[in-house]
């Protein structure tokens, strides 16, 4: 069995003992992390590696910043885009676990429909959707995880009613998404969970946000049809939520028979 998690840390120091403790319970073989928020010689890398996990990761002070924690070391590790435009290396990193392709991604999140960086995550998703069809074939065994900072459906915010048209709920981001997927990405949690109110991000500024449920989904894996076909489970853990001092994030875990 392959167990791939993923959680936006929302800063890796910040929760370094939720992280630590969920992967002693949960004992993953792979976890991706987004939101270090922390530059690479601050890392608490010795950490990881003295409880007997792998770890690569860069980052910068404050913002962004990816990580990969493994049970046995990756192998081919990349960071950020490789296409003439800014690398983002602090959001995008990919490796291989095995016989498995991983691309772990923290999407930018966009800021106003209005913006600039809103255009800027629309392209950003352009560009993952070429990156896959330069160095990897929908025949692979892959595994694209991450904070996509998009809720796919309706069913994926508490209000879609009144979400409609807001930032991470917007059609423009959800059909770049859509495009990336259809190069041949399968969402490995709605292949096993059909219901509504399943969210894994819950907003600080709402009061009791995670008891009332209101929420929203907006971290995934996908993979391909050949890795999703041995996908047996996926699930939410909203228990890390529930902790003191929480990501507003909580972790998302798929497990695959390979």
């Not at 003992?17 to 993953?28: C, E, T």
């Not at 291989?96 to 629309?122: A, H």
């Not at 896959?132 to 900072?149: I, M, P, R, T, V």
């Not at 949690?189 to 894994?200: C, D, L, V, W």
Request: charged share 25%; proline share 5%.
């Amino acid at each position: 069995m392959l167990k791939i998690a993923t959680f936006n840390a929302n800063s890796i120091r910040s929760r370094l003992d939720v992280i630590l403790a969920w992967l002693g319970i949960h004992k993953p073989d792979l976890l991706c992390i987004q939101e270090t928020k922390c530059q690479n010689p601050d890392f608490p890398a010795d950490a990881f590696t003295s409880a007997g996990w792998h770890v690569v990761f860069e980052g910068e002070k404050s913002y962004n910043g990816v990580a990969l924690i493994s049970r046995s070391k990756l192998d081919d590790v990349v960071f950020g885009f490789d296409d003439g435009a800014e690398p983002d290396k602090t959001r995008l990193v990919r490796a291989r676990l095995g016989k498995v392709l991983i691309v772990n991604t923290y999407v930018p999140q966009g800021t106003d429909v209005d913006s600039p960086r809103f255009q800027y995550k629309l392209e950003w998703f352009a560009r993952l959707r070429r990156l896959f069809e330069k160095e990897y074939s929908a025949q692979d065994l892959l595994c694209w995880a991450g904070d996509l900072n998009v809720a796919p459906e309706p069913r994926d915010v508490y209000d879609p009613k009144h979400l409609a048209g807001s930032v991470c709920f917007h059609p423009d981001e959800q059909a770049a998404l859509r495009k990336v997927l259809e190069w041949g990405l399968v969402d490995v949690f709605r292949k096993h969970n059909n219901e509504e109110g399943q969210f894994t991000f819950w907003d600080y500024r709402i009061i009791n946000s995670v008891k009332r449920n209101l929420g929203w989904r907006l971290d995934h894996v996908f993979a391909t049809a050949a890795l999703a076909a041995t996908s047996t489970k996926s699930y939410i853990d909203r228990e890390p939520r529930l902790a003191p001092k929480p990501s507003d994030h909580t972790f998302l875990v798929a497990e695959f028979s390979v």
